[in-house]
């Protein structure tokens, strides 16, 4: 029996685990994937908005500011890149400038800090690729970036390490009530029994909360689309660059990933369902309002493009309350939900202690070794790597001088990496120029070692997508 299961893996249920962990509670993940972060927090721009967007008093307000303050010290432990790049929203005449001055009023009112109005001879001398038509620039030097799944990946190590329970290719299908707890059952006939429940589970969110009963709340899809260009191109911009929002949300974005990428993007498409393909449209749309905001815009280095997709509430706010005598509902996270995702998990696993008057967990170890990443050592580094495990001196994804002591990390550390795209996420491997073409195979006979798969048996992200099919070799 646990105390807490939480349904969901993503940056919400990973951070909230990892604060669960600070207490002596019994914690399980149920994550219907075959990883974590296979959400939104997988796709998404990677920003640490600084807080002057959402409404005053709304929780979208209250938790961004607080995720912003933490997140510097919380990637610190954890080991995850974050950057405080700061962010220029662009305006390219009065009126958007008058929006400008909106936007510094609304979040002096959310309490951010330091936030300013830049004339046009400042932003260009920040930001020399910004278009010259650039009018004024509201900036707000509390932006940053942090990887998202870099985030959510190490987030739940820290709480696996912390003695939390992970299990994935659960997809909670059923909640029945049995005396003091909750029987939560998956649709392959596996079941765990807790206490109480946490619903992070996103696109799922409302299905998972009318298990329960009936929800108050409902759940919708706005797809987002983007396109990313090659590491050659850092430093185009250094800050976030942002349009004037609109209704349908924070506009278009150029910005600097923390992998040294540069990310452009998203649409805002309102959707039927949760499907994450791109559309021709997406991409005219995105690139038309880019090359408004920037000029030389370096397309020729584009390596992919991918979606996600906003599961917004609609209360147009984040839903935080309980659901029920053993249900709490962490539902309709959309954006800046990244960013708040450390002070909702804060403010979540209080609430519980507080419920279950749970003791503080004295052993709790708050930090967690990043992987390698022999890319960004120093040669006398790299040679002491070497020295200590050979492993490290086998390159084996040459666009991202990937080595395979890296993957054997991805392998073995908490959360295990089981497929071709959790190797990814954890170590970059297949995310370069070649998008993989050169070190999947290899990646694919680790996986088999590691597991006892047969080729056929090995997947890019877990159900049948497998990466070979038919035929015997
Ligand atoms: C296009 C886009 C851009 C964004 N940009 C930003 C940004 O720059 N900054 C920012 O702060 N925020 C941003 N966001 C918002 C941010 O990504 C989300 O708020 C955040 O990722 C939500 O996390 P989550 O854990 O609630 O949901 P998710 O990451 O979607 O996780 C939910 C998990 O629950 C699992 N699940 C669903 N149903 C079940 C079930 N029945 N049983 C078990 N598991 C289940 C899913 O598989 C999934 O892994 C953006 C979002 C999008 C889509």
Redesign the pocket.
């Known amino acids: 029996m646990y105390d807490i299961a939480i ?8 951070l909230t685990a990892r604060e669960l962990a600070r207490y002596r509670l019994k914690t399980v993940v ?4 075959s990883d ?14 600084a807080g002057f967007d959402a409404a005053e008093g709304s929780l979208k307000a209250k938790f ?1 500011v607080l ?1 912003n303050a933490m997140m510097e010290t919380v990637c610190k432990e954890l080991g995850v890149e974050y950057k405080n790049n700061a962010s220029l929203v662009l305006a390219f005449d009065e009126e958007q400038e008058n929006t400008l001055r909106e936007l510094v009023e609304r979040g002096k009112k959310n309490g951010v800090k330091g936030l300013e109005i830049l004339n046009k001879e400042e932003v260009l001398r920040r930001e020399p690729n910004v278009s010259k038509e650039v009018f004024a620039a509201l900036y707000a030097p509390t932006g940053g970036i942090v990887c ?1 799944f870099t985030l ?1 990946i190490a987030a739940m190590g820290n709480a696996m390490d912390n003695g939390a329970e992970l299990f994935t290719d ?4 059923a909640a029945e009530e049995q005396g003091d707890s909750v029987r939560l059952s ?1 649709a392959d006939g596996r079941s765990v029994n807790a206490k109480y429940v946490i619903n ?6 409302q ?2 909360a009318e298990l329960f009963g009936k929800a108050n709340f409902t759940v919708h899809a ?5 396109i990313l260009l090659d590491s050659s191109t850092a430093g185009y911009v250094k800050s976030t660059i942002f349009t004037v929002p609109t209704k349908a949300g ?1 506009g278009v ?1 150029v910005t600097p990933t923390t992998d040294g990428n540069t990310l452009i ?2 649409t805002s498409v309102e959707e039927e369902t949760f499907d994450t393909s791109i559309r021709r449209e997406g991409f005219d749309d995105i690139l038309g309002k880019a090359k408004k905001m920037c000029d030389r815009l370096p397309l020729g280095e584009t390596i992919t493009s991918f ?5 917004y509430s609609d209360r147009h706010d984040f839903v935080l309350e309980e659901g029920g005598e053993r249900l709490f509902n ?2 309709g ?9 450390p002070a909702i998990g804060k403010y979540i696993a209080e609430k519980i202690a507080d419920k279950f008057h749970a003791e503080k967990n004295s052993d709790f170890n708050p930090n967690r070794k990043s992987y390698a990443f022999f890319k960004k050592l120093s040669v006398e580094e790299k040679n002491k790597i070497i020295a200590e495990n050979p492993e490290f001196g086998q390159i084996v994804c040459r666009c991202e001088s990937v080595t395979l002591g890296e993957i054997r990390e991805a392998l073995t550390r908490n959360p295990r990496a089981r497929t071709i795209d959790g190797i990814k996420l954890r170590t970059r491997a297949g995310m370069g120029r070649c998008q993989s073409g050169f070190c999947q195979p290899a990646q694919l006979e680790l996986l088999m070692k590691e597991y006892g798969l047969r080729f056929d048996e090995v997947t890019k992200n877990g159900k049948k997508s497998f990466i070979i099919v038919g035929g015997e070799i």
Not at 200 to 205: E, L, N, P, R, Y
Not at 222 to 226: A, H, S, T
């Open positions: 349904v969901g893996g993503g940056c919400i249920g990973a149920l994550e219907a994937a974590v972060a296979a959400g939104a927090s997988r796709a998404n721009s990677g920003i640490v908005h961004n995720g998202p959510t659960f997809e909670v299908v998956a992070c589970a996103g696109a799922g969110s299905k998972v706005r797809k987002g689309e983007y924070k974005l993007g998203p979606a996600g997709v906003r599961a962490a539902a996270i959309e954006s800046p939900g990244l960013t708040s995702s």
